[in-house]
């Protein structure tokens, strides 16, 4: 039951989606239950989850690196246009 509810809650598809609850049960079946034939696989998944996690969070640190990447070039650009019109100096 533990590791249904665990998969439920793990799967984006899912209505009641929610990654920490779902390590939540894995962790409890880990723990409760050492001796049941889900607990390997309860291990691998919560592995997988957490290296989803990571990923997920690398993800979003890029992608605000970029965005700020991104505002730099565009100031950059902005001073560059500013420049060329600004008579040579004599």
Same mark, same amino acid.
């Given at each position: 039951?533990?590791?249904?509810?665990?998969?439920?809650?793990?799967?984006?598809?899912?209505?009641?989606?929610?990654?920490?609850?779902?390590?939540?049960?894995?962790?409890?079946?880990?723990?409760?239950?050492? %001796?049941?034939?889900?607990? =390997?696989?309860?291990?691998? #998944?919560? *592995? !997988?989850?957490? @290296?989803?996690? $990571? /990923? %997920?969070?690398?993800?979003? =640190?890029?992608?605000?690196? #970029?965005? *700020? !990447?991104?505002? @730099?070039?565009? $100031? /950059?650009?902005?001073?560059?246009? =500013?420049?060329?019109?600004?008579?040579?100096?004599?």
């Amino acid at each position: 039951m533990l590791f249904r509810l665990a998969a439920i809650h793990l799967s984006p598809e899912s209505p009641v989606y929610d990654p920490r609850t779902g390590k939540g049960y894995l962790d409890r079946l880990i723990a409760d239950h050492p %001796e049941s034939s889900l607990t =390997e696989p309860a291990r691998l #998944l919560r *592995d !997988l989850q957490g @290296r989803i996690d $990571a /990923l %997920e969070q690398q993800d979003q =640190e890029q992608r605000e690196r #970029l965005a *700020d !990447l991104a505002e @730099r070039l565009e $100031a /950059l650009k902005r001073i560059d246009l =500013e420049r060329s019109r600004e008579p040579p100096p004599r």
